[in-house]
């Protein structure tokens, strides 16, 4: 994960990409865009890939999406990644002022005007959100000025209806929440999909975000997930009113429904501190690489071993510590082969 407008964000990219790290994925939350960040690191860097994390569905419409897609693909001489997720109410109401409604059918139609662009077909599309051109309009069914190229898509799923959908559709699964341990409650809906669709499930590149920190005893390890545990309380308790939560969703098929329950309604009711010590500390290190070089380690092959093909290093500090932290990863991935 990558912020190109911070000082020394080229540098690191190019560092990056000299050390063998595969791709670099900028964010896109209520903030600065993930395009135009991104078009900016393809200017500095040749061989890398480039990946949204990820870009707010309804936020564009989809014919903008797919002609910015083009042009990073065209301009990054193929080596953009769209990654794309519906967000949620809160967002998507209060700062696109865009109604958050049937998400996965807003996914599916998306990908599939994407894909028609992509390919310069006439843009003619029947769907249940969007019916282009629009009917009774004088609007027209234009052919999109540009090349034929695929654009990668990535689809930020949590849920099982959205997971059948990336299973059916995308090229990739960006595995928010991911718990190795737990892996066919995301991946159960995921096969199914895409074997009903006559693809499998290593059709995919399965990625996995995990925040990266490397200790060197127990003792601070521990420290360390008990402080991404905390981080989680302001996910559980404020990102979704009203029981639409999708994380929460989650946290509940994983088996901790009732902590996050009991961290919502702290968090709620305004005892923010209670709250963050009421999330379980399994949730700060099973979700991420917090630990000793050994403990990484191992860590690292239970990713493997199911079946995650892309770990996407969420890193604090500076570059320079994040460029180092990045090349002990390097070598950890290397020798839990």
């Excluded at 407008?5 to 209520?30: C, H, M």
């Excluded at 996995?208 to 991404?228: F, K, M, Q, W, Y």
């Excluded at 709250?275 to 403990?295: E, F, K, M, W």
């Excluded at 239970?302 to 892309?310: D, K, V, W």
Aim: hydrophobic letters at 45%; a neutral charge; proline letters at 5%.
């Amino acid at each position: 994960m990558i912020e190109p407008r911070l000082p020394g964000a080229t540098d690191f990219a190019a560092a990056a990409e000299r050390i063998g790290v595969n791709s670099l994925w900028v964010p896109e939350v209520w903030g600065y865009d993930a395009l135009t960040g991104l078009a900016y690191l393809a200017a500095k860097t040749s061989t890398i890939k480039l990946g949204t994390f990820v870009v707010q569905l309804g936020s564009r419409s989809p014919a903008l999406l797919a002609t910015s897609a083009l042009s990073l693909q065209e301009l990054s001489g193929g080596r953009f990644l769209l990654g794309v997720g519906t967000s949620g109410p809160r967002v998507m109401e209060g700062w696109h002022g865009v109604r958050f409604r049937k998400p996965v059918q807003t996914t599916r139609e998306t990908i599939e005007i994407v894909r028609m662009i992509s390919r310069a077909d006439r843009l003619e599309h029947r769907g249940e959100i969007y019916e282009l051109p629009l009917p009774d309009s004088a609007g027209a069914a234009l052919r999109p000025m540009v090349a034929p190229r695929h654009v990668p898509v990535y689809v930020a799923a949590m849920g099982p209806q959205n997971l059948r959908l990336t299973g059916e559709m995308a090229d990739g699964w960006l595995a928010n929440a991911f718990i190795p341990e737990a892996a066919e409650v995301f991946l159960g809906p995921l096969r199914d999909s895409a074997g009903r669709a006559g693809r499998a499930l290593t059709d995919l590149d399965l990625v996995a975000p995990v925040a990266v920190e490397i200790h060197d005893d127990e003792t601070s390890a521990d420290a360390g997930a008990r402080r991404h545990a905390d981080g989680y309380a302001f996910t559980i308790g404020a990102m979704g009113p009203g029981g639409r939560n999708f994380y929460n969703d989650a946290f509940t098929r994983l088996g901790y429904g009732a902590e996050v329950t009991k961290v919502a309604a702290l968090w709620q009711a305004g005892k923010r501190d209670e709250a963050r010590r009421s999330v379980p500390i399994d949730l700060g290190r099973l979700t991420n690489l917090v630990g000793t070089t050994a403990g990484i380690t191992d860590r690292v092959r239970s990713y493997r071993a199911a079946g995650i093909t892309t770990l996407l290093a969420k890193l604090e500090g500076d570059y320079q510590g994040q460029l180092t932290t990045l090349e002990r990863l390097l070598a950890i991935v290397a020798d839990a082969r």
